[in-house]
């Protein structure tokens, strides 16, 4: 079974910083694009930011400058490094994998993966 994992979400002061990971584990032999997007309440899901495999960006343009997308291939593990955090930036947060090939034992297929999403409360 593939699962996405996040963790590192919080409460933070306006001006803070946090850094969340999103681990995606099972028989998994590559990702395409890997992101995050976050739902404040009583809006839609929004892109935050996305990384391909070969490490190319891409922000929304309310985060550009603060927030840095990375991923680490080798570990299937995407991270999104949170600075000058506002109180706009309270939602949860979902990582999202983008053509993930994996095995398993009735073949081998290629799917879409959410994580479970992770609270981020900015507040003083």
């Known amino acids: 079974q593939v699962q996405l994992v996040e963790s590192g979400g919080g409460l933070v002061q306006p001006g803070g910083s946090l850094r969340l990971s999103c681990a995606a584990s099972g028989s998994i032999l590559s990702i395409g694009a890997m992101g995050w997007y976050r739902q404040a309440p009583g809006k839609q899901r929004e892109l935050v930011a996305t990384?391909?495999?070969?490490?190319?960006?891409n922000y929304a343009g309310s985060v550009k400058g603060r927030f840095t997308i990375s991923r680490d291939n080798a570990k299937n593990t995407v991270y999104l490094q949170m600075n000058s955090l506002e109180s706009e930036d309270t939602a949860v947060y979902y990582c999202?994998?983008?053509?993930?090939?994996?095995?398993?034992?009735?073949?081998?297929?290629?799917?879409?993966?959410w994580g479970q999403g992770t609270q981020v409360t900015v507040s003083s």
């Open positions: 999202n994998a983008d053509d993930l090939y994996y095995c398993s034992g009735y073949g081998c297929y290629t799917n879409k993966y």
């Open positions: 990384i391909t495999s070969g490490g190319y960006t």
